[in-house]
């Protein structure tokens, strides 16, 4: 049977050229990075390089490279790093009167940090745990178009702010928030201020196949003091990411015991993984332009399409602010499980929500946070095409989905409105342990 495989947010295959480059460092060139021998020096050597292309492409020193085991920990390590590194300054004699930059200005009581409530779960719930731990957390409502306002995050500025987290793309519905802006915004806080904070830090996971990685101001770039890469994203190879931490910024390591990655990040150095991820977003980013022109119209060719042939498909996110490949649609009546299982069996891949929540009945956090009713976030489906998908493609998957939404619906209980704005038929979801609430009343 043919495959067409639309979950590349999810993770893409490794590129052939991606696999050459590591093919001699898993049974040749296998020393430890940390040998003072040849083995141990030629891996220091391909470790040195992939750090200076890495560098070199994002505009910052190689010493501001740190590689982690992908985006999740990367993720992790900006916002636990920063926040415990950060928090015992504010509990040192006489720091209400310390304003060198580096310190909280005065009065700061309760670290604050401020996020936005489409994250993904690797930036979300970290926050959500550091609430839970004497930190004060913002989390920003964005735009019924996915967008980020930044005039919101201005407003939300403390002295106390110590963080400001932001993703560059959205991973579920594909937004592209405005990363230079709320940079440049953060820059002006902090030199009124005089103070180091608040660090900025951006998960850039979904943009690194299409969007400018640049994070150096003077030269256009993003602004940003800390972001978030992952191999698996960019054709590279799984477990292998990096966090880009701008000269100066204080974090505190969350792996320690080999001082390796400049004492941020202890453990062997996985020399393979680390030259296929340099090699990954040497490729993506001097495709990028290429691939996203190759993608636009074939992402809007299929949405239009799609609400041609199906009735009563929302699509989410803004029209156009969003990256080439992604396609986010709520097709009201259905379950977006169902329908994943359904077109399986036709030979479709594709998601519903993000891929590290596919197995969760919740409904997607971030369809929510658009301000649409939880039926909406329960039909929501993620497609999201590659370098190999064609229009032959995405033309096999429009003649299978109509029929199979058809035959859903008819034994679907639910017929929502277009423009609904809660839920109709809550006990629709009785069952799935959920604490759905609608017109005051609570069902499980």
């Not at 956090?365 to 039909?379: C, D, N, S, T």
Request: hydrophobic share 40%.
């Amino acid at each position: 049977m043919r495959r067409v495989y639309l979950d590349h947010a999810a993770t893409t295959p490794t590129d052939q050229r991606v696999k050459e480059a590591m093919n001699s460092f898993w049974t040749e060139e296998f020393g430890n990075a940390g040998g003072l021998y040849e083995e141990g020096r030629l891996a220091k050597n391909a470790l040195v390089k992939s750090r200076e292309t890495i560098a070199r492409i994002i505009g910052a020193r190689p010493e501001e490279i740190i590689f982690t085991s992908g985006g999740t920990e990367s993720d992790n390590l900006a916002i636990f790093g920063v926040a415990f590194g950060a928090a015992p300054l504010s509990s040192k004699p006489g720091f209400e009167s310390a304003k060198k930059p580096g310190f909280f200005p005065s009065g700061a009581i309760k670290p604050h940090i401020i996020t936005t409530k489409f994250e993904h779960h690797a930036v979300l719930e970290p926050c959500q745990q550091l609430a839970k731990e004497n930190f004060d957390v913002t989390f920003l409502d964005v735009g019924e178009d996915g967008i980020v306002k930044p005039e919101n995050v201005k407003r939300s500025l403390r002295p106390e702010t110590i963080l400001v987290s932001i993703m560059y793309a959205n991973n579920e519905i594909g937004t592209v928030q405005p990363i230079a802006e709320i940079g440049n915004i953060i820059r002006e806080f902090r030199a009124q201020n005089k103070s180091a904070y608040p660090y900025f830090h951006t998960d850039a996971c979904q943009a690194a196949g299409y969007l400018d990685l640049n994070v150096n101001p003077p030269a256009g770039g993003l602004g940003v003091d800390l972001m978030t890469v992952n191999g698996s994203k960019i054709y590279g190879p799984k477990g292998i990411g990096f966090l880009y931490r701008k000269m100066g910024v204080k974090i505190k390591p969350q792996i320690i015991g080999g001082g390796q990655e400049m004492r941020m990040r202890s453990g062997t150095e996985p020399v393979a993984l680390i030259v296929g991820l340099a090699k990954a977003l040497e490729i993506a980013q001097a495709e990028r332009f290429a691939e996203s022109a190759r993608l636009t119209p074939l992402r809007d060719y299929f949405i239009a399409e799609l609400q041609k042939r199906v009735p009563k498909v929302i699509l989410n996110g803004h029209p156009t602010k969003r990256l080439p490949n992604n396609i986010n649609v709520s097709i009201l009546d259905i379950e977006g499980e169902a329908l994943v299982l359904y077109l399986d069996a036709k030979g479709i891949s594709f998601s519903t929500g993000s891929a590290c929540t596919s197995e969760s009945l919740e409904p997607s956090h971030v369809i929510l946070a658009l301000g649409k009713p939880y039926e909406f976030a329960h039909a929501s489906m993620r497609f999201t095409m590659g370098r190999g998908t064609t229009k032959e493609e995405v033309d096999y998957v429009l003649s299978e989905l109509p029929s199979a939404v058809e035959w859903l619906r008819k034994v679907s209980p639910l017929n929502l409105k277009l423009g609904a704005k809660s839920m109709s038929h809550p006990e629709a979801f009785a069952g799935e342990n959920l604490k759905v609430k609608a017109k005051s009343q609570s069902y499980k």
